[in-house]
């Protein structure tokens, strides 16, 4: 099919439901129509394109070479689409009924998830918040394949297609066991460097935020282990000496609810932040502002709530 002017685009919002749902009666509900109007509209379009797109099977349909071809470029234009046509139009949080994926850093999501459900639970009841993960190592593709509308995390400088806004300053502590000896008198550097440390690193990566600080300081540490999630930690902690470096914030939850002790870290360090980053086409979204605005105000609480420690905390700006 080489000419367009006579294509009905909107069999593509069928394809696109039954690619999803590999199954015509799902698709049907999918799109609040009867199961003969998607059959026929079926039709209309294995005829326009010359191939049967979607074969019969047991437990529904299943796409044919060209189908998986045109998936993703079918699901990309209607979602872009759908987030220009949402961008002009009225936005009530409260009426809303929007789906908004965001992708967070474990840490982000830990201090800024809990409340912002709880805000949305009182403000907007129908909108749907999906979190993925994201780093410094995904954060970019999630945004540019269009698999989250923003990202929040510790993240460089973005191109020019994106907006950076800066959010939490952040210091760091360290995560022990009750009764470890390293509580007992001052905490050196030497000290420090002596007990095995765990390391967070969702990504797999050995290299954490203190092994520079401390290369810069003439030493270095020893990892005892390197683990994906956090909810691993407070057990490892608890049943051996190994210690740990985490943002102050997320230190002093894990401390209050697993009974972990807490020492300022040894060597002087620079306050991350986390920022926030999306591309410059949601800037115009009401929606996608309302979400900024209000995660922009939870961090600005976080921060009034629990200051990072060492220094005059300054609030998350735009």
């Not at 529904?60 to 998986?68: F, I, N």
């Not at 993925?132 to 923003?150: I, S, Y």
């Not at 954490?208 to 057990?235: F, I, K």
């Not at 914030?249 to 807490?262: E, S």
Request: glycine residues 6%; hydrophobic residues 50%.
């Amino acid at each position: 099919m080489k000419d367009l002017s006579a294509f009905d685009l909107n069999l593509l919002r069928v394809f696109d439901a039954v690619a999803r749902e590999r199954h015509v009666t799902r698709a049907a509900a999918r799109l609040n129509l009867s199961q003969p109007a998607v059959s026929n509209a079926l039709n209309r379009l294995r005829a326009a394109l010359g191939d049967e797109l979607f074969l019969r099977a047991p437990q529904g349909v299943v796409p044919t070479s060209l189908a998986l071809s045109l998936m993703h470029p079918v699901e990309e234009m209607l979602d872009r689409l759908q987030e220009t046509l949402a961008a002009t139009a009225p936005f009530d949080p409260a009426t809303s009924d929007r789906v908004f994926t965001i992708a967070l850093s474990e840490y982000a999501e830990a201090v800024l998830a809990p409340p912002l459900f709880a805000r949305l639970a009182v403000e907007a009841p129908g909108i749907l918040v999906a979190i993925r993960h994201a780093d410094r190592t995904n954060a970019h593709d999630l945004l540019e394949g269009g698999e989250a509308q923003l990202a929040i995390a510790m993240l460089g400088e973005p191109t020019a297609l994106y907006t950076r806004l800066r959010l939490l300053p952040e210091a760091f502590m360290v995560l022990t066991r009750p009764g470890h000896p390293l509580l007992d008198g001052p905490l050196t550097v030497e000290r420090y460097v002596a007990f095995p440390h765990l390391l967070h690193s969702p990504n797999g990566s050995r290299d954490g935020a203190m092994d520079r600080v401390l290369q810069e300081a003439g030493h270095a540490r020893r990892l005892g282990a390197v683990v994906a999630h956090l909810s691993a930690v407070p057990e490892i902690l608890l049943g051996t000496d190994m210690i740990m470096t985490l943002s102050s914030r997320l230190a002093r939850q894990l401390a209050a609810v697993h009974g972990l002790a807490l020492r300022p870290v040894p060597v002087e360090t620079k306050h991350m932040r986390l920022s926030m980053i999306f591309h410059r086409r949601f800037e115009a979204d009401q929606g996608h502002a309302w979400l900024r605005r209000l995660l922009l105000a939870l961090a600005r609480e976080v921060v009034a709530y629990c200051p990072a420690e060492g220094r005059k905390e300054e609030p998350a700006t735009a």
